[in-house]
């Protein structure tokens, strides 16, 4: 048994992964119930958080001598859901390509503009390639790298990736409140320009985790 210290780019699945078990397992061991307090998914981790790894179990099968044997582990991919929203309103029926670690996935956003795949656990970054009308488009997504809704980085990163806040405002503490007070006008919630409960609450739901 162990304690793992999560590492930038790091999640439940991930490390699972790493260790030979499913996360479900991780995630529900009795040893891991402080980080189940803390966190409210598996999948969205803060570099310094310490999960519990139990040592394997070992599993018995009876075989024939003097034979071959294959045996094989079942993997569980995780599933990337992203949505393309164009002023609040989804990019529908828009045509992608997704390159994963060499791997390159295709096909349309549905009527909702999400976008969904399964990838490999460890996967750590893909290449989003867009061309609406012509006009390229291609955007980076560092895959878990998304910090919890009630930390500041994970604030931050939410009201970027709604268009609230530009990446290149870095930790401008006035670029954020303004960004918070945009946020919370354009949804009907008290102007405070801080990231409250209701306003974390709120830019969870829309964000999707």
């Known amino acids: 048994m162990k304690d793992r210290v999560v590492a930038p780019g790091e999640c439940l699945a991930s490390i699972a992964h790493e260790h030979g078990f499913f996360y479900q397992t991780l995630w529900q061991h009795e ?3 402080p980080l189940r307090s803390k966190r409210t998914s598996p999948h969205i981790l803060l570099a310094g958080d310490v999960v519990h790894v139990p040592d394997p179990r070992p599993k018995e099968v009876s075989v ?3 034979a071959r044997h294959r045996f094989r582990r079942r ?3 995780e599933l990337l859901r992203l949505r393309l929203l164009d002023d609040g309103e989804p990019r529908a029926g828009l045509a992608y390509r997704l390159s994963v670690d060499g791997t390159e996935l295709t096909g349309e956003t549905d009527a ?3 976008i969904v795949h399964y990838l490999s656990p460890t996967a750590k970054e893909a290449t989003l390639v867009l061309d609406p009308d012509g006009r390229p488009e291609q955007h980076r997504l560092l895959l878990r790298r998304l910090d919890p809704p009630d930390t500041p980085s994970g604030v931050r990163a939410r009201l970027v990736n709604l268009d609230y806040l530009a990446e290149a405002a870095g930790d401008s503490a006035s670029a954020l409140r303004e ?3 945009a946020f919370q ?3 009907g919630l008290p102007p405070t320009g801080q990231a409250d409960p209701e306003t974390r609450d709120q830019l969870r739901a829309l964000h999707g985790c």
């Open 64 to 66: 024939a001598t003097d």
């Open 179 to 181: 960004a918070l007070l």
């Open 112 to 114: 909702d503009g999400w």
């Open 75 to 77: 993997g569980v991919p």
């Open 185 to 187: 006008a354009h949804h």
């Open 31 to 33: 040893r891991n119930a």
